[in-house]
Nanobody, 126 residues
Framework: VQLQASGGGQVQAGHSLTLSCTASGRTFSSLAIGWFRQAPGKEREFVIAISWSGGSRWYGEAVKGRFTISRDDAKNTVHLQMNSLKPEDTAVYYC????????????????????WGQGTLVTVSS
């Protein structure tokens, strides 16, 4: 599985930004997709994830109510919509994938994701 993250950039606090993660190399519809981020000097943090079917989502505490995730299986793409951005959202964002056909995983938090894309930098200025 190859993953390509895109859409990063610099925005002002309070504004929105959409990241995309496009997958290739395996049946996309069997993959769950997660987003993680890593700020300078900090550990990698779980942001959000969507199940293989799109029927379930998991949210990191820091982004609940502000970030949403959706998938477009026809385009092998997952979108991360980030609203009400804060300076503390500044980080390199990574998308990752794990096989999840038929809902194999009961949770997408705290599990190992074997496939990772390169990061895309999001900078939020105050």
């Amino acid at each position: 599985v190859q993953l390509q993250a895109s859409g990063g950039g610099q925005v002002q606090a309070g504004h929105s930004l959409t990241l995309s993660c496009t997958a290739s190399g395996r049946t996309f519809s069997s993959l769950a997709i997660g987003w993680f981020r890593q700020a300078p000097g900090k550990e990698r943090e779980f942001v959000i994830a969507i199940s293989w079917s799109g029927g379930s989502r998991w949210y990191g505490e820091a982004v609940k109510g502000r970030f949403t995730i959706s998938r477009d299986d026809a385009k092998n793409t997952v979108h991360l919509q980030m609203n009400s951005l804060k300076p503390e959202d500044t980080a390199v964002y990574y998308c990752a994938a794990v096989l999840d056909g038929l809902g194999y995983h009961s949770t997408l938090r705290g599990i190992e994701y074997p496939y990772w894309g390169q990061g895309t930098l999001v900078t939020v200025s105050s």
